[in-house]
């Protein structure tokens, strides 16, 4: 199997990573914190371990503010219900996917906040003036994706983050497409809450992620429960991470994210981004005649500017065909995983004009090799020629 599908979820993993969660299960399996033997106490030192280096990751410098979270979605209802108080008003944009829209849009609905949801440019860029203009005094929260599940185009946080600080709002940025790939340093970038996924170029599995969560916020707990510490107070305790991580954690989840998090920092997430645009251009330059597809805007970022500004996956459609018909033929005639449709983002699908039936989306990964996308550009010429 060709596996173009690494924005869904990231595979296969890092042997590492299935290695540390398989000798995790069967020698260190036991709940973190919640009992004083010493299974526990080693369960609780993998997952602080593994909050330490997030931290470096994201450049966090209060591992403590790292919570684990079961994914992304999880972590951005966290933020936007934790954060958001009635007659708040709120700031995103036309990029969102839905794990960013339907909660911001559920509160809109419930007339407990207003929202304004800005466009993006025709280079798929949110404007970081727009942003500025946007903020108004009840604005409490700016929730923007840093790369697109889209269209892959990673958008300027930094300076949107000093605007709206500068402005007195909270930044919540989705770093579901970006983190591992793409440099990011909270203190630097003034991201006040950053929500992250560990299951795709985090090279964790699945059933993993988290919230960083900086100094100036202000959050409720979400989710209360059994934190394994003080268990005499009636409510949840406020200090960080148990005030938002009540339950058991995914530990072996957590054991395998680990290895994937150290993969990550030997590596240096700058090399593993040119690793992914080299494999989409090389994508691109084996075609045959690439013109016979749609590329939204993409085909010239990766041939005039080598990918730069992307993250590595593109939408493409083929005239003739809808996204659906193309994915099922990829999967059932040549083995190859991508995805069709509308990739959970309907606004941004609209914004670049491929609503309702969407793009077959592809996106490379970690262990993605130059073969496999030469081989995948054969199968779209063959198809092309049909
Ligand atoms: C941009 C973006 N945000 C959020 C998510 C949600 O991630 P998860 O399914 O891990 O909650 C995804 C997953 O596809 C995504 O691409």
Redesign the pocket.
């Given at each position: 199997m060709i596996y173009l599908d690494n924005?869904?979820t990231s595979f296969p993993k890092p042997d590492p990573v299935f290695r540390a969660m398989d000798a995790f299960a069967r020698t260190s399996a036991a709940n973190p914190g919640r009992s004083a033997h010493r299974r526990a106490v080693e369960a609780e030192a993998m997952i602080d371990e593994t909050r330490r280096l997030l931290a470096r990751l994201f450049g966090c410098a209060r591992p403590e503010r790292v919570v684990f979270t079961m994914?992304?979605?999880?972590a951005?209802n966290m933020a936007i219900k934790g954060v958001l108080k009635r007659g708040d008003h709120a700031v995103t944009t036309v990029l969102e996917?839905n794990?960013?829209s339907r909660p911001l849009n559920r509160l809109e609905r419930d007339g407990y906040i207003t929202l304004t949801r800005l466009p993006a440019d025709s280079g798929h860029r949110i404007d970081p003036g727009d942003v500025e203009r946007a903020i108004v005094p009840k604005t409490r929260l700016v929730a923007l994706?840093q790369a697109?599940?889209v269209t892959g185009t990673i958008q300027p946080v930094a300076e949107i983050g000093k605007l709206v600080r500068g402005r007195g709002a909270l930044l919540l940025v989705?770093a579901?497409?970006s983190a591992g790939l793409v440099p990011i340093h909270v203190e630097r970038d003034a991201i006040d809450l950053l929500a992250f996924?560990g299951?795709?170029s985090l090279l964790g599995p699945t059933g993993t992620?988290g919230l960083v969560v900086g100094e100036r916020v202000e959050i409720e707990a979400w989710r209360e429960g059994g934190t394994g510490g003080d268990s005499s107070s009636p409510v949840q305790p406020s200090e960080f991470p148990h005030r938002l991580e009540g339950g058991t954690p995914n530990v072996f989840g957590i054991a395998g994210l680990r290895e994937g998090v150290k993969i990550i920092l030997e590596q240096g997430v700058e090399s593993i981004l040119r690793h992914e645009r080299r494999l989409l251009s090389t994508f691109h330059a084996a075609l045959k005649d690439p013109g016979r597809f749609n590329w939204y805007g993409a085909d010239s970022a990766i041939t005039e500017r080598c990918g730069e500004g992307r993250v590595g996956l593109v939408g493409i459609n083929l005239p003739g065909f809808t996204p659906a018909e193309l994915a099922a033929i990829l999967d059932e005639q040549f083995d190859i995983a991508v995805r069709p449709g509308l990739h959970?983002a309907p606004y941004a699908h609209r914004h670049q004009g491929t609503f309702p039936q969407g793009t077959v989306r592809l996106s490379v990964g970690f262990l993605t090799t130059e073969e496999e996308v030469r081989a995948a550009a054969v199968a779209f010429d063959e198809i092309a020629a049909e």
């Amino acid at each position: 199997m060709i596996y173009l599908d690494n924005a869904a979820t990231s595979f296969p993993k890092p042997d590492p990573v299935f290695r540390a969660m398989d000798a995790f299960a069967r020698t260190s399996a036991a709940n973190p914190g919640r009992s004083a033997h010493r299974r526990a106490v080693e369960a609780e030192a993998m997952i602080d371990e593994t909050r330490r280096l997030l931290a470096r990751l994201f450049g966090c410098a209060r591992p403590e503010r790292v919570v684990f979270t079961m994914n992304a979605t999880d972590a951005l209802n966290m933020a936007i219900k934790g954060v958001l108080k009635r007659g708040d008003h709120a700031v995103t944009t036309v990029l969102e996917h839905n794990s960013v829209s339907r909660p911001l849009n559920r509160l809109e609905r419930d007339g407990y906040i207003t929202l304004t949801r800005l466009p993006a440019d025709s280079g798929h860029r949110i404007d970081p003036g727009d942003v500025e203009r946007a903020i108004v005094p009840k604005t409490r929260l700016v929730a923007l994706t840093q790369a697109s599940n889209v269209t892959g185009t990673i958008q300027p946080v930094a300076e949107i983050g000093k605007l709206v600080r500068g402005r007195g709002a909270l930044l919540l940025v989705d770093a579901s497409q970006s983190a591992g790939l793409v440099p990011i340093h909270v203190e630097r970038d003034a991201i006040d809450l950053l929500a992250f996924t560990g299951h795709k170029s985090l090279l964790g599995p699945t059933g993993t992620g988290g919230l960083v969560v900086g100094e100036r916020v202000e959050i409720e707990a979400w989710r209360e429960g059994g934190t394994g510490g003080d268990s005499s107070s009636p409510v949840q305790p406020s200090e960080f991470p148990h005030r938002l991580e009540g339950g058991t954690p995914n530990v072996f989840g957590i054991a395998g994210l680990r290895e994937g998090v150290k993969i990550i920092l030997e590596q240096g997430v700058e090399s593993i981004l040119r690793h992914e645009r080299r494999l989409l251009s090389t994508f691109h330059a084996a075609l045959k005649d690439p013109g016979r597809f749609n590329w939204y805007g993409a085909d010239s970022a990766i041939t005039e500017r080598c990918g730069e500004g992307r993250v590595g996956l593109v939408g493409i459609n083929l005239p003739g065909f809808t996204p659906a018909e193309l994915a099922a033929i990829l999967d059932e005639q040549f083995d190859i995983a991508v995805r069709p449709g509308l990739h959970c983002a309907p606004y941004a699908h609209r914004h670049q004009g491929t609503f309702p039936q969407g793009t077959v989306r592809l996106s490379v990964g970690f262990l993605t090799t130059e073969e496999e996308v030469r081989a995948a550009a054969v199968a779209f010429d063959e198809i092309a020629a049909e």
